[in-house]
């Protein structure tokens, strides 16, 4: 199934497009107040759904969040956009040290490119 994009979030990404093509050093620091729109919301959840997403972090599936009834997915949607918008909400981030893989050691960045951080071993093919 395809769905069409609608033209307000078309033109949105126009203008994202043409702002990032126009001017490469500009960085997009400010993009969260586009994301919690509700027609976005609706868009994206419509995209997953019709992509037959899993359920996200929170456990809830489609079925589960429409067994609420219209009302009760409007809900949903308005309370995940609540949660962007939060000031106080940040990615989980790990300590330098907590990298299971380096054995108990301090790791470093990982980089596929330098010899000396393992990238090329992780990187090999399995042929």
């Given at each position: 199934?395809?769905?069409?994009?609608?033209?307000?979030?078309?033109?949105?990404?126009?203008?994202?497009?043409?702002?990032?093509k126009n001017e490469?050093?500009?960085?997009?620091?400010?993009?969260?107040?586009?994301?919690?729109?509700?027609?976005?919301?609706?868009h994206a959840y419509?995209?997953?759904?019709?992509?037959?997403?899993?359920?996200?972090?929170?456990?809830?599936?489609?079925?589960?969040?429409?067994?609420?009834?219209?009302?009760?997915?409007?809900?949903?949607?308005?309370?995940?956009?609540?949660?962007?918008?939060?000031?106080?909400?940040?990615?989980?981030?790990?300590?330098?040290?907590?990298?299971?893989?380096?054995?108990?050691?301090?790791?470093?960045?990982?980089?596929?490119?330098?010899?000396?951080?393992?990238?090329?071993?992780?990187?090999?093919?399995?042929?």
């Amino acid at each position: 199934m395809s769905l069409a994009t609608p033209d307000k979030i078309r033109d949105l990404q126009i203008k994202l497009y043409r702002k990032a093509k126009n001017e490469p050093e500009f960085r997009f620091y400010q993009l969260y107040d586009k994301v919690y729109r509700a027609d976005i919301l609706i868009h994206a959840y419509l995209l997953a759904k019709s992509n037959e997403g899993a359920p996200g972090v929170d456990g809830e599936s489609f079925e589960a969040i429409e067994s609420r009834g219209p009302a009760g997915l409007m809900e949903w949607l308005n309370g995940l956009g609540k949660e962007t918008t939060r000031q106080d909400v940040q990615t989980p981030t790990r300590a330098k040290g907590d990298d299971p893989e380096a054995g108990g050691r301090r790791a470093g960045a990982w980089n596929p490119n330098h010899p000396g951080s393992g990238g090329a071993d992780r990187c090999k093919a399995d042929y």
